[in-house]
């Protein structure tokens, strides 16, 4: 699977055009949510086994973080009050992006090791 493909599909969610610039860092960020992903693939499951919802989940994962970075570096103000100016930015991260990230492993997350957490056993 190639890092274009990924790309492709990011392209199509993002919903606008992106310079030369923001091509190459979003290429990255498409083969490090990739690789990232391939990793937590259960024992025996491949990337082209869960083909679609691997260019999906690496796609939104991808878009996610440039969101995330692009807010951090131009704050969207959370607040403004007219009376004794008051503006407030945020710097938590876009609540789109935070949704397309969970969105991305809710996705995978039939082919994803077992990361549950649980007691076996417990004495008292």
Do not use: H
């Amino acid at each position: 699977m190639e890092t274009q493909e990924i790309v492709t599909v990011a392209q199509c969610f993002a919903g606008r055009e992106f310079n030369e610039q923001e091509l190459a860092v979003l290429a990255d960020l498409c083969a490090e949510a990739a690789k990232q992903w391939r990793e937590q693939l259960r024992e025996g499951v491949e990337p082209e086994d869960c083909r679609g919802v691997f260019l999906t989940a690496s796609a939104w994962t991808a878009l996610a973080a440039m969101s995330e970075a692009l807010e951090a570096s131009q704050p969207v103000p959370l607040a403004f009050t007219a009376g004794e100016l008051s503006v407030r930015a945020g710097a938590e991260g876009s609540a789109c992006a935070r949704s397309l990230a969970r969105q991305a492993r809710l996705l995978l997350e039939p082919y994803l090791q077992d990361s549950a957490f649980a007691f076996l056993e417990v004495r008292g």
